[in-house]
């Protein structure tokens, strides 16, 4: 096809030097304009990755760093960091009619994407035939070299043991405090899809421990038991680290329409010094409930002293010797696996459409 040229005027070079990298719309097309050593250039305002606004990134050392997720390109060429230099971005040419500045939309040059591997994570969510497996998750914070007696934790044992011992499940726990993992940083707040599953973090950072979390979660367990203290009448702050990283799969329903979590079922372990037990489990049914999870009927147990009751040397004796709080997490744990049993043999129906969302910007 013979070439024709496209010159349109992107603005008066006074301006448009103010600035080392800005975004451009010119005819619907984004651009990422950079000012660097007195010369402009130009490259698509498009990163490879994720689609994110490379013009609203930073320039530094003559590269474009995507503001979502890091991803490097240079400005002049558009060729990806050292070592991903098969990476590349369109890049336009421009040329200066007296004191504006033009682009030649034609010229622009071949987008390249590397392959690049999909992570673990990203493989298809589906159920392994097997035995129930039942995963319990620790919520407490802890010192691992000092540990001292957590009540919550002594009953997610009771229930794990009876869910391995008696009932034949696989087990695993997850000890939360044992895990070196990053807060959520807020990808979803600069722009609903730099949010991604797997998280962007996890993408990202290869010795970030979220990934056993997501991996036990979302691939592998029927049954989630989480056990947690009561924290100034809250759930643990570990507990809120954690849940507040699961937004991804949380944002994969509304984005994406894409639910991750199916035929799962999570139930709870509250204890606490001071009260507040329902506001604690109304806080884990609701996060629970929006990623796709159900409950068994009665879905948790839990043991408080009340706000007076600060001698916690008794709290631990108590739940230590309690025949009920025992009886009651292997009940918990029994009530669980026989629901998604019957989820699982009734073959629920698995894509079940979210409703009541909408963003107009994705449509």
Same mark, same amino acid.
């Given at each position: 096809m /013979?070439?024709?040229p496209e010159w349109q005027i992107i603005g008066e070079i006074k301006e448009l030097a103010q600035k080392p990298l800005q975004e451009i719309s010119i005819s619907k097309t984004k651009i990422a304009l950079t000012y660097l050593d007195g010369n402009f250039s130009a490259v698509s305002g498009f990163c490879n990755h994720s689609g994110g606004p490379?013009?609203?990134?930073?320039?530094?050392?003559?590269?474009?760093?995507?503001?979502?997720?890091?991803?490097?390109?240079?400005?002049?060429t558009g060729k990806g960091e050292p070592g991903f230099e098969s990476d590349c971005i369109p890049t336009y040419l421009l040329k200066i009619e007296?004191?504006?500045?033009? +682009?030649?939309?034609?010229?622009?040059?071949?987008?390249?994407?590397?392959p690049h591997a999909a992570h673990p994570l990203a493989r298809e969510v589906k159920r392994s035939p097997g035995p129930i497996r039942v995963l319990g998750i620790s919520t407490t914070n802890m010192d691992e070299s000092n540990p001292r007696t957590s009540?919550?934790?002594?009953?997610?044992?009771?229930? +794990?043991?009876? =869910?391995?011992?008696?009932?034949?499940? /696989?087990?695993?726990?997850?000890r939360l405090s044992q895990l070196?993992?990053?807060?959520?940083?807020?990808?979803?707040?600069?722009?609903?899809?730099?949010?991604?599953w797997p998280c962007s973090i996890t993408q990202m950072d290869p010795e970030d421990q979220m990934e056993k979390v997501y991996e036990a979660f979302v691939h592998w367990a029927d049954v989630v038991v989480i056990a947690t203290p009561i924290r100034w009448g809250n759930a643990s702050s570990l507990y809120?680290?954690?849940? /507040?990283?699961?937004?991804?799969?949380?944002?994969?329903?509304? +984005? =994406?329409?894409?639910?991750?979590?199916?035929?799962?079922?999570?139930s709870m372990i509250i204890t606490g010094g001071q009260d507040n037990i329902q506001s604690v489990a109304g806080q884990l049914l609701g996060f629970f409930s929006e990623i796709g999870c159900t409950f068994p009927p009665f879905p948790y147990i839990a043991h408080s002293r009340g706000w007076t009751a600060e001698d916690m040397e008794k709290n631990v004796i108590q739940v230590s010797e309690?025949?009920?709080?025992?009886?009651?997490?292997?009940?918990?744990?029994?009530r669980s696996i026989e629901t998604v049993k019957m989820?699982?043999?009734?073959?629920?129906?698995?894509?079940? /459409?979210?409703?009541?969302?909408?963003?107009?910007?994705? =449509?």
């Amino acid at each position: 096809m /013979e070439y024709k040229p496209e010159w349109q005027i992107i603005g008066e070079i006074k301006e448009l030097a103010q600035k080392p990298l800005q975004e451009i719309s010119i005819s619907k097309t984004k651009i990422a304009l950079t000012y660097l050593d007195g010369n402009f250039s130009a490259v698509s305002g498009f990163c490879n990755h994720s689609g994110g606004p490379l013009g609203r990134g930073k320039l530094s050392d003559g590269y474009i760093t995507c503001p979502w997720h890091n991803w490097k390109f240079h400005h002049k060429t558009g060729k990806g960091e050292p070592g991903f230099e098969s990476d590349c971005i369109p890049t336009y040419l421009l040329k200066i009619e007296g004191d504006k500045l033009l +682009i030649d939309l034609a010229s622009a040059s071949p987008r390249h994407k590397s392959p690049h591997a999909a992570h673990p994570l990203a493989r298809e969510v589906k159920r392994s035939p097997g035995p129930i497996r039942v995963l319990g998750i620790s919520t407490t914070n802890m010192d691992e070299s000092n540990p001292r007696t957590s009540t919550s934790d002594l009953l997610l044992e009771v229930a +794990i043991k009876h =869910a391995s011992a008696t009932l034949k499940a /696989e087990v695993q726990t997850i000890r939360l405090s044992q895990l070196q993992f990053r807060a959520c940083e807020g990808y979803y707040s600069k722009a609903a899809r730099a949010c991604t599953w797997p998280c962007s973090i996890t993408q990202m950072d290869p010795e970030d421990q979220m990934e056993k979390v997501y991996e036990a979660f979302v691939h592998w367990a029927d049954v989630v038991v989480i056990a947690t203290p009561i924290r100034w009448g809250n759930a643990s702050s570990l507990y809120y680290k954690m849940v /507040e990283r699961m937004n991804c799969v949380q944002n994969q329903i509304t +984005i =994406a329409n894409r639910q991750l979590i199916t035929n799962k079922v999570v139930s709870m372990i509250i204890t606490g010094g001071q009260d507040n037990i329902q506001s604690v489990a109304g806080q884990l049914l609701g996060f629970f409930s929006e990623i796709g999870c159900t409950f068994p009927p009665f879905p948790y147990i839990a043991h408080s002293r009340g706000w007076t009751a600060e001698d916690m040397e008794k709290n631990v004796i108590q739940v230590s010797e309690s025949k009920d709080l025992r009886s009651g997490a292997q009940a918990l744990v029994e009530r669980s696996i026989e629901t998604v049993k019957m989820m699982i043999e009734t073959e629920q129906e698995k894509k079940l /459409e979210r409703g009541g969302r909408k963003d107009h910007d994705l =449509a």
